[in-house]
């Protein structure tokens, strides 16, 4: 098992650490949580978050800590940003592997690995500085305590000490109460309410379980009262109240324009998450488990099985539904769904291994979505290079006209994911209907996995120069300079980060960003002159008197 380990971890260095910094930050998010990391080297306050040198009031520091840890040791750089979520994914490899192995055996622990490696979003979210990769780790490893403890309680002989008897417990609270501090008290909504569908279920039976719900609802508390507390006591409860203001106001209105339909984020899981959403599909409900399995039942291993079966369901279907009902619509709201979707889509694999169940569901959606988004892909070059039918699409937007018009060099052989993600989804299709299913996995997923790895280098990289790349550049010509960059009419934080603002920093040099046609009413102040403009954004410089 030691040799599985070190190639789980050769996996994910090879995987999620090379090019981290190949491709500029994206706004919002991630430029946002860098600047914030950065803020706290330049000012040395690791206690309160800030942006523009101003209290940031939407998230804890935790996530932060780690990516200012990480530009002390790298730099400050895209790299550095996003260095963590690359550990995040070597450490959820690796766990997802021992837990697999713990309930199944080492054929589902690799199918659970190879589920995370292949799919796209699970994937992508390692190779990004956003927040939620280790919240939702620190999630289910919470969650995944508390279950532990139970089994443990209910069969285990008794322990001869009370840390022997509560310290899964104690541990799925710290990793609860460490959710909290990295992205706030979503983390302990999620579980409470996974854990009272649980115990729902049961008709609200279970020898201690209200008291187990207590003392881990104790034990979260007082971890990520550790951090809210020194807040209040530094500076008031400021923070906190304007922190809980703004949770609520994600869940009753659009924050910042993100709004969207209530079926969002299912066509975010069954896409973005392809090839396990189509094999976690016959597992979202019920139990599948089929006769020959069912003669297991009665042993302790498959009871667990079950169990932990029904628990990931739960989970799945909490964050889906909560998320949905969420007026604030972003891809990453529904990441913590990544968990069950992977070890779900792992299980009907497994099972087709052991016990020759192939639901019909998966065999129609493997080749429906795969051919689909391996076409889609490989048609992006194509539409770059020959975009008139883009251009026709967003014919009353000036700045999307101005960004597709940009000097672009797209190669038709970087349609090439498209096209592997498309073969690898026909031989697994075909190795399913043969009754091969550990050898469609390997094809499905390993095609995914390169297909993930490949469509970052080629496709993400091109995007980004459409979309943004030349304001950022804008802001790097800038770095070092005394002066002021003001971005009027559009929300960014990329000017901060790029161009490194100092605190208190005053000066007479003034350039001002917009994007064409909002330019009209600065083309009027005569104090200010054009001093350039590429790819929809336009740039203005104060003219010295």
């Known amino acids: 098992m ?175 109460g460490i959710a909290t501090m990295t992205k706030g008290p979503t983390a302990y909504l999620i579980v409470m309410l996974v854990l009272g569908l649980y115990w729902a279920r049961y008709r609200f039976r279970g020898k201690g379980y209200l008291k187990h719900l207590l003392l881990f609802s104790a034990a979260s508390m007082l971890v990520a009262g550790l951090w809210f507390g020194l807040e209040i006591a530094l500076h008031g409860a400021d923070f906190v109240e304007r922190f809980i203001a703004y949770q609520i106001r994600l869940f009753s ?74 007026r604030t619509k972003i891809v990453h709201y529904s990441s913590l769904c990544y968990f069950p ?16 169940v192939r639901p019909k569901l998966t065999t129609v959606f493997l080749p429906l979505v795969g051919v689909l988004l391996g076409l889609a892909v490989m048609a992006i070059p194509y539409l770059g290079r020959n975009n008139e039918p883009l251009k026709a699409m967003f014919a009353d937007d000036p700045f999307a006209l101005a960004a597709l018009a940009a000097d672009v060099q797209w190669k038709v052989w970087e349609g090439l994911p498209g096209l592997i993600l498309l073969v690898a989804t026909l031989v697994g299709l075909y190795y399913w209907q043969k009754n091969r299913p550990w050898l469609a996995a390997q094809a499905v997923f390993g095609g995914g996995a390169v297909f993930s790895a490949l469509a970052m280098f080629f496709i993400v990289c091109n995007i980004e120069a459409h979309s943004q790349r030349a304001a950022i550049e804008f802001y790097e010509e800038k770095c070092g300079e005394e002066c002021q960059i003001v971005p009027v009419g559009f929300k960014t934080y990329a000017h901060l980060f790029y161009a490194c603002k100092k605190p208190g920093a005053d000066s007479s040099t003034i350039y001002l960003v917009a994007k064409v046609g909002k330019v009209d009413s600065l083309a009027q102040l005569s104090d200010y002159k054009e001093v350039g403009r590429k790819n929809g954004f336009v740039f203005f410089e104060k003219v010295k008197k």
Not at 54 to 72: H, R
Not at 318 to 326: D, Q, Y
Not at 341 to 356: E, F, P, Q, V
């Open 253 to 326: 209105t659009p924050d910042a324009g993100h709004g969207g339909f209530w079926g969002y984020h299912a066509v975010v899981l069954l896409i973005g998450c392809f090839p396990v959403s189509v094999f976690a599909l016959p597992n979202l409900w019920g139990d599948r488990q089929s006769e020959d399995e069912l003669l297991e039942s009665d042993t302790l291993a498959a009871c667990q099985r079950s169990d932990f079966g029904t628990w990931m369901q739960l989970l799945f279907w909490t964050a889906f539904i909560l998320f949905s009902l969420v």
């Open 2 to 176: 030691r040799r599985d380990y070190l190639i789980v971890i050769g996996l994910a260095l090879l995987f999620f650490f090379p090019f981290l910094g190949g491709v500029h930050l994206f706004d919002w998010d991630e430029i946002n949580f860098a600047e914030c990391a950065r803020e706290m080297l330049v000012t040395g306050d690791w206690i309160r978050p800030q942006i523009d040198f101003q209290p940031f009031f939407e998230k804890p520091p935790l996530f932060f800590w780690a990516q200012a840890l990480s530009m002390k040791m790298f730099g400050v750089n895209e790299f550095a940003a996003r260095f963590p979520n690359a550990v995040c994914g070597l450490v959820t490899l690796l766990l997802v592997y021992r837990i697999g192995l713990r309930l199944h055996d080492q054929m589902f622990a690799w199918l659970w690995v190879l589920a995370w490696l292949g799919s796209f979003l699970p994937h992508f979210y390692f190779r990004s500085g956003i927040i939620d990769p280790w919240f939702n780790l620190f999630i289910f490893g919470g969650l995944y305590g508390f279950i532990e403890f139970r089994w443990q309680f209910l069969t285990a002989p008794k322990p001869a000490s009370y840390w022997q008897k509560y310290r899964w417990l104690l541990l799925g609270g710290f990793f609860l």
């Open 341 to 356: 979707l992977t070890y779900l889509g792992a299980t009907t694999i497994w099972r087709a291994i052991r016990w020759d």
